[in-house]
């Protein structure tokens, strides 16, 4: 059963830093990767989503890693800002089977100072 | 687009009572989620549509819950009778079949079981 680990829990920064948020998964057979942002009290917006033929995505500020191989992914925020401040969630899609689902971490809440 | 619309936004009803959560998707949309989040057990697949058709209700947590899609631009999660332990967050999502994938979350709905 894939298991998806996203280590800290928490991490609190001050504005302008660069940071690199952790997600790691048990099962290499994946199909694709994605982060999420989830804002308090709110759905989940999808950031980034790496397929597994790819080595990173990257969009503005945020840039997503890949090695499938050691089953790990990051994303790199540059440039800090206090509006990135949110919980940030890795999710992995199985490669075999028809099923959809993803398998979530249970992600990195992020605060950034201003 | 609208995107995924859920109602309602918040419920609050007494143990045994009958709840009955709603989710629209994204028109054309073939893919649709129902999710569970807590802080315990973070976020959990309960049960996926696919073409209206249930694929995997491995999720579903006992008989109390059940789901249903009658048509493409509505499903319904109903949990009766309702118990305290299961207060959450419920999230409907949706996605396209093929393609990237993406999966797009509604706003969810806060359940409060007393």
């Known amino acids: 059963k894939q298991e998806v680990t996203q280590i800290p829990a928490a991490l609190s920064v001050p504005e302008g830093e660069n940071l690199v948020l952790n997600c790691s998964f048990t099962d290499s057979a994946i199909y694709n990767l994605q982060w999420f942002r989830q804002d308090p009290g709110k759905g989940l917006t999808s950031l980034l989503l790496?397929?597994?033929?790819?080595r990173e995505q990257t969009s503005g500020r945020l840039n997503a890693s890949l090695d499938k191989s050691s089953g790990r992914s990051t994303l790199y925020i540059a440039a800090s800002q206090p509006g990135d401040s949110a919980t940030y969630l890795c999710a992995v899609r199985p490669l075999s089977g028809s099923a959809r689902q993803l398998t979530f971490g249970s992600g990195t809440q992020l605060t950034v100072l201003p | 687009d609208a995107g995924v619309i859920q109602s309602p936004r918040h419920e609050v009803t007494e143990m045994g009572q009958e709840v009955t959560l709603r989710c629209k998707p994204i028109?054309?949309?073939?893919?649709l989620f129902w999710y569970r989040q807590t802080m315990m057990r973070g976020l959990e697949l309960l049960i996926y549509?696919?073409?209206?058709?249930?694929?995997?209700d491995s999720g579903m947590p006992e008989d109390r819950f059940s789901a249903k899609m009658p048509n493409a631009s509505f499903s319904t999660l109903k949990i009766q009778p309702s118990e305290p332990r299961d207060s959450a967050v419920y999230f409907c999502?949706?996605?396209?079949?093929?393609?990237?994938?993406?999966?797009?979350f509604g706003p969810g709905t806060r359940l409060t079981v007393l």
């Open positions: 549509f696919n073409n209206n058709v249930p694929i995997d």
């Open positions: 999502a949706s996605s396209r079949v093929g393609g990237q994938d993406t999966q797009y």
């Open positions: 790496i397929q597994s033929s790819q």
């Open positions: 028109s054309g949309h073939n893919s």
